[in-house]
């Protein structure tokens, strides 16, 4: 045990600035998303202003469960996740298919700026423009409809088309910064693989198929069993910055109920444990994904 001990000092000091590179990231995960765990109690607790919380068990889950609010609220979480994991999760892998394929480096280059960009915008910034651009009947989007002898669509209000509104712009946002892990899995890859498939005839399809999309599966599998891990979060900043009063019922999330119900009205309890409820489901679909993944394809998170 004492020389395991040592052996373990002697590592950490050998180490000592990758750990003290490490240390903000550290730092960062205690104060923000460990250390605030043991404030999930109140959500078995009614808060007292002044005096000691009383703790009621199971109370404030029954009253969630219970209210069709949050049966509405869940519905929607779970609608506008599936929608952005189905249409957005693919689209980082085939843009670094293709970028993959582009052979000038300075094209890659300049290709990759400009679709890292949108990542390094806020909501705010981004809601705005998104939202300049679809107005009706003045938007860009519009006056292009117009044109082309279509009647402008009020796409920010209408329940039929503002949940579409996130998934675009989601992927807007996120396409080129997702993809800088498909990316570098694929420039790993070594390059006699490619060219032992070339002497033996295979065609750049067969290539991509049979070499680049099989290198880079341990990688897509990870992600994707991370994406799940978020699946509940359906994205705060973007709703909120988003929604309104016409589309309220369609886009209302958990996050955007739990920020209504918690910090606006002041029913810390109720917040709380709509939010903890999230956190234990986030935690089953990370567990459940990755044994249906090492059952299916022999690779998992851990």
């Known amino acids: ?40 109690r109140i959500s078995f607790q009614d808060v007292r202003y002044i005096g000691q919380n009383e703790w009621v068990g199971l109370k404030h889950y029954r009253m969630l469960f219970s209210s069709p609010v949050f049966g509405r609220v869940f519905l929607n979480t779970i609608t506008i996740s599936a ?18 394929e582009v052979r000038s480096e300075g094209v890659r ?39 082309v002898g279509i009647e402008p669509i009020r796409f920010m209000t209408s329940t039929r088309y503002i949940r579409w509104v996130f998934v675009v712009s989601e992927a807007w946002r996120s396409v080129g910064w997702d993809s800088i892990l498909y990316v570098a899995a694929i420039n790993s890859i ?14 750049r399809w067969q290539q991509a198929w049979h070499i680049t999309l099989a290198s880079i599966v341990p990688t897509i599998i990870t992600v994707f069993i991370l ?30 109920y739990v920020y209504r119900v918690g910090l606006t009205k002041g029913n810390f309890s109720l917040g709380t444990a709509a939010g903890l409820f999230k956190g234990v489901i986030g935690l089953f679909l990370i567990f459940t994904t990755d044994r249906l993944s090492r059952r299916v394809s022999g690779e998992g998170l851990w």
């Open 83 to 100: 929608m952005k994991i189905g249409f957005f999760f693919p689209l980082p892998i085939v843009f670094a298919f293709l970028l993959n």
């Open 1 to 40: 045990m004492d020389q395991s001990r040592v052996l373990l000092r002697k590592r950490i000091y050998r180490d000592r600035h990758l750990y003290l590179m490490l240390a903000p990231v550290i730092l960062f995960f205690l104060v923000w998303h460990y250390i605030p765990m043991w404030g999930a």
């Open 109 to 147: 280059r300049g290709v990759q700026s400009v679709v890292y960009v949108p990542h390094f915008l806020s909501w705010v910034v981004i809601a705005g423009v998104f939202i300049s651009l679809l107005a009706s009947p003045d938007g860009a989007v519009n006056k292009v409809l117009q044109f």
């Open 227 to 256: 994406n799940m891990g978020f699946f509940m979060n359906a994205g705060f900043d973007q709703v909120f910055n988003m929604m309104n009063d016409a589309v309220i019922n369609h886009v209302d999330i958990i996050d955007t």
């Open 190 to 203: 070594p390059q006699d693989l490619y060219d032992a498939a070339y002497v033996d005839g295979a065609t």
